[in-house]
């Protein structure tokens, strides 16, 4: 069973399109994240939900707007793509009652924008 | 601003060589993850600690948290090919957002 699964596994598209990123978890956690991991490796926080409310919205253009419909689901929508906006995405999930606790990814989004 | 500061950001060694790679921050964590990211997948959590000078040994993978939880190191004894990934620190904090800050990575190959 996958733990946290994210579709599609690759996007491609062009330049001005609008495109979503699925997530879900089926952990039971109460904590969904979204990460963007540049070309140089670096992860970086998006955005966090915790049971269907926003918790951490990092310095993300608004072209970028996240949608929990269920403690178990967290999508990614993304307006007017960019270059720039060319990563890889990870959805995460975690119990988030600690500092400590797990995050579980899951395989991530390779985006590519033309 | 890059809050944890990873060295060195790549390491290619032959097998059975030791390593150790470093995470450091001017920011105290109230805990420390390492994770290992290998290709095409999601980072997997290795080893938390959350003591200040707390180690914790994994086979052959040693942690330490430093003492004022600012820093930490992963120290791999007799690298073996499988331990080939990217090897990423993360720095927790308490809270009402219980975020974690990833380090910029090391990138480590071991060469049969």
């Known amino acids: 069973d996958t733990a946290v699964s994210q579709t599609p596994k690759y996007l491609v598209t062009q330049m001005g399109n609008d495109k979503s990123i699925k997530c879900e978890q089926n952990?039971?956690?109460?904590?969904m994240y979204w990460y963007k991991q540049d070309s140089k490796k670096f992860l970086k926080i998006m955005f966090s939900?915790?049971?269907?409310?926003?918790?951490i919205n990092e310095t993300v253009p608004n072209r970028f707007s996240p949608k929990s419909p269920d403690k178990a689901h967290l999508n990614l929508h993304i307006n007017s793509l960019e270059l720039g906006d060319s990563a890889v995405y990870f959805c995460?999930?975690?119990?988030?009652?600690?500092?400590?606790?797990?995050?579980?990814f899951g395989p991530g989004t390779r985006l590519t924008v033309l | 601003t890059q809050l944890l500061e990873q060295s060195p950001q790549f390491l290619s060694i032959q097998e059975g060589e030791n390593l150790t790679v470093y995470c450091n921050s001017s920011?105290?964590?109230?805990?420390l993850q390492w994770y290992r990211q290998e290709p095409g997948e999601g980072p997997v959590l290795l080893v938390t600690?959350?003591?200040?000078?707390e180690v914790k040994k994994l086979k052959r993978l040693t942690f330490q948290f430093g003492d004022a939880r600012k820093d930490s190191s992963l120290h791999i004894t007799a690298a073996q090919p499988g331990d080939t990934g990217l090897y990423l620190c993360?720095?927790?904090?308490?809270?009402?957002?219980?975020?974690?800050?990833f380090g910029s990575g090391t990138q480590l190959t071991v060469l049969p």
């Open positions: 995460a999930s975690s119990n988030n009652r600690a500092s400590w606790d797990t995050q579980y």
């Open positions: 952990l039971g956690h109460d904590t």
């Open positions: 939900y915790n049971n269907k409310e926003l918790i």
């Open positions: 920011s105290v964590f109230s805990s």
């Open positions: 600690v959350v003591t200040g000078g």
């Open positions: 993360a720095g927790g904090r308490t809270g009402s957002a219980r975020q974690l800050t």
